[in-house]
């Protein structure tokens, strides 16, 4: 199973980062990563770089709109996206997002953008060129 950044680290490097990485739970689930791009790395650093793309931009849209629907709809779009990279904490935000009271949406807000700036930064580290 081809896990970014790995194939190309050698052995110390990449025990460092899944050390690092077991401290603390990941943004995001690698494993879940892998099976859905079927283990390709390719595949997988394309995925992440439309997370990236789109999921700040998405939390904004959410964040602008006063409407309940229209929340429900980009909320959904994000949980969708969330959950094909492994995200499962933004995703599992974004599904409370879709039937979140008026009440409860600004809390949720800054929660999922905390989580979506940890995808982000996770990604960064994964993505970034090997030393």
Do not use: C, W, Y
Request: no cysteine.
């Amino acid at each position: 199973m081809n896990v970014i950044g790995f194939e190309q680290a050698s052995a110390e490097e990449a025990a460092g980062r899944i050390g690092a990485m077991r401290r603390e739970p990941a943004p995001i689930d690698l494993v879940h990563l892998a099976r859905q791009t079927f283990g390709s790395s390719e595949l997988e650093r394309e995925v992440l770089r439309l997370f990236v793309l789109q999921g700040g931009d998405l939390v904004r849209r959410i964040a602008a709109t006063g409407d309940a629907v229209e929340r429900a709809e980009i909320a959904h779009r994000l949980k969708g996206s969330a959950r094909a990279i492994g995200a499962m904490r933004v995703g599992r935000l974004a599904e409370a997002l879709e039937t979140a009271t008026a009440g409860e949406v600004a809390g949720l807000l800054e929660e999922i953008g905390r989580a979506v700036a940890e995808v982000e930064h996770f990604v960064a580290g994964l993505l970034a060129p090997a030393a």
